[in-house]
């Protein structure tokens, strides 16, 4: 792309994204490239029910994403860098081992960062912390492999039912957490997304966390309790952050946490319904996720404002951008008619049937918080009046066709969810959404946003952005990562002074053994012939032996 011109360049990659979409629908289940790879077993495509499906949603998503790019004004080099996100994201979820799942993952994380940074300004301070956290999360869950591999001895995915038992389950739970979000580990999500340019978000929005989610159903396949209430908890966390926020990618961004929550809460409850639910939801929230995040690229490109405060009266000046953000609103509500309510509903009924009171209760709580935010979202940018007149320039027209075609996917997917039944693992059985409990759900939740937001709306504008863990976690990793680098340097100084010491004291007593010189020698063992020879002896041997130390104390500091 770097080398073509912007319109030839974006064509193409709308086509190769478009592309994988196709080929991940057409092609055969069971599909597999074996080989080895230094004396490993390793699969580096494998197509199953869970790839295909990951597949048509990132191409799909990809095509849209590189229409809006290049509407977007985005640089060819941008949507290069976007593209080698996508490609990397591709290669991990159609990996057919742990070998070449962390090989695509860490690059992932490479590729991300890189278009993070390519922005410049605050977007270079968002990505360095993007990349470490996301170092970190990736060496985890590479010990955790190592530690499976040990193990089981494969790196296949066939080889064992998901990851070992024990310390290598809590490392790739950590490991995988970094990238999904878990609470406590979320910050660098709406401290990241709203940085670069509006189109970069709308790629970072859909493939790290998705893949996380994938991962996690790759290492946990029958589920794990634990897991499922995180899920829960990131849902209801990510919420109420979410509602105190005034800048859009801010809210959005914590409203990926809170969403990909349900997706984890499904995960981790393991049943045929709740994994079919989760990657039901992975699919829909991809698309109305990406759409919501356009239709805020569109706000923020026209209007140069990024918060809530000083916007108002949109829908008039830019119609079509309001109307696709109520449908991405509706549908991450989980409003009936739209995708969302589908995935949510077969997670909740999950929980539901599992007796899971706790985690069916919270993930109802976070759904009654997800109508207020998107009410907060569309009153203050599209309805209310009183901040002035706007007189816009309408969204690209290649901006229309992504949001409209977008748009129109989670409503045909809403209305007939069949058409996304036929992708999913697990059992769809139960998972029909128009019944009326699942339908009364639904409008209660809604009505309960309406009169939830009516009656908090004055307090939230006056709380602010809400304290989260990073107040702790930021000045602890500064001040921890300084007082080790400094405590590391100064313990390499001072052994480097007592090896220079002791090195210089053995060739001084090398270098003037019969005390010609007054010095150690002659100190320590006197003038007498005899005893000099003695002492010409035990110098040189002195003088072996502290050589062999400073050399072994250096090496020991270097590998420190």
């Not at 609470?183 to 970072?204: I, K, N, Q």
């Not at 404002?305 to 000083?310: G, I, P």
């Not at 992708?423 to 139960?430: E, I, K, R, V, Y």
Request: glycine share 12%.
């Amino acid at each position: 792309m770097p080398f073509l011109s912007r319109r030839l360049g974006h064509a193409l990659g709308v086509v190769a994204t478009g592309g994988v979409s196709l080929w991940s629908l057409l092609v055969p289940a069971g599909v597999y490239l074996p080989v080895s790879f230094l004396g490993f077993d390793a699969v580096l495509l494998n197509v199953d029910t869970l790839s295909r499906l990951m597949g048509v949603i990132f191409g799909l998503i990809g095509a849209a994403a590189v229409l809006y790019s290049y509407s977007s004004e985005a640089t060819n080099r941008q949507t290069a860098f976007a593209l080698g996100y996508v490609g990397t994201s591709v290669g991990a979820v159609f990996a057919g081992d742990w070998l070449t799942m962390i090989f695509f993952w860490e690059l992932m994380a490479v590729t991300s960062t890189l278009l993070v940074w390519d922005y410049g300004g605050e977007a270079v301070r968002a990505g360095f912390r993007y990349a470490v956290y996301h170092g970190l999360g990736g060496s985890l869950l590479m010990a955790a492999i190592v530690w499976h591999y040990v193990e089981v001895g494969s790196f296949l995915f066939s080889a064992s039912a998901g990851m070992s038992a024990g310390i290598p389950a809590v490392l790739a739970a950590v490991g995988i957490g970094v990238n999904v979000g878990f609470v406590g580990l979320h910050t660098w999500l709406p401290d990241t997304y709203p940085r670069p340019h509006v189109a970069a978000s709308v790629f970072l929005s859909v493939y790290t966390t998705k893949t996380g989610v994938y991962g996690l159903a790759r290492a946990f396949p029958d589920g794990n309790l634990a897991i499922a209430y995180m899920g829960a908890a990131m849902a209801l966390v990510g919420v109420l952050y979410a509602l105190l926020q005034n800048d859009m990618r801010r809210l959005l961004s914590y409203h990926i946490q809170s969403q990909v929550g349900y997706m984890v809460a499904g995960v981790g409850v393991g049943t045929a319904l709740a994994t079919a639910g989760a990657f039901a939801h992975v699919f829909n929230h991809i698309l109305y996720k990406a759409l919501l995040f356009m239709t805020a690229g569109v706000v923020i490109a026209r209007t140069d404002e990024q918060s809530l405060k000083y916007l108002g009266g949109l829908g008039r000046a830019l119609p079509v951008t309001a109307l696709a953000f109520t449908v991405a609103a509706l549908s991450i509500s989980g409003f009936p008619g739209f995708n969302g309510f589908v995935s949510k509903g077969m997670i909740t009924a999950a929980a539901h049937e599992e007796h899971l009171d706790g985690i069916f209760y919270i993930l109802l709580a976070a759904g009654v918080g997800t109508f207020m935010s998107f009410i907060k979202f569309g009153y203050y940018a599209f309805l209310r009046s009183g901040t002035g007149n706007w007189t816009l320039r309408q969204s690209a027209t290649g901006q229309r066709v992504a949001m409209l075609g977008v748009a129109a996917l989670c409503v045909i997917l809403g209305l007939y969810p069949d058409a996304l039944f036929l992708l999913l693992p697990g059992s769809t059985a139960d998972a029909h959404p128009f019944t009326l409990s699942h339908l009364g759900e639904g409008f209660l939740l809604a009505a309960l946003g309406v009169v939830g937001f009516a009656l908090l709306k004055k307090p939230l504008s006056k709380i602010g952005n809400g304290v989260d863990v990073d107040v702790v976690i930021e000045p602890a990793t500064f001040y921890g990562m300084r007082g080790l680098v400094r405590g590391t340097t100064g313990l390499f100084a001072a052994v480097d002074r007592a090896v220079v010491a002791a090195t210089n004291a053995a060739l001084a007593a090398a270098s003037d053994p019969y005390g010609t010189i007054r010095g150690p020698a002659v100190a320590v063992m006197g003038r007498d012939s005899e005893s000099l020879r003695e002492g010409s002896l035990r110098a040189t041997i002195a003088t072996s032996v502290l050589l062999v130390a400073a050399v072994l104390t250096a090496t020991l500091v270097g590998l420190l």
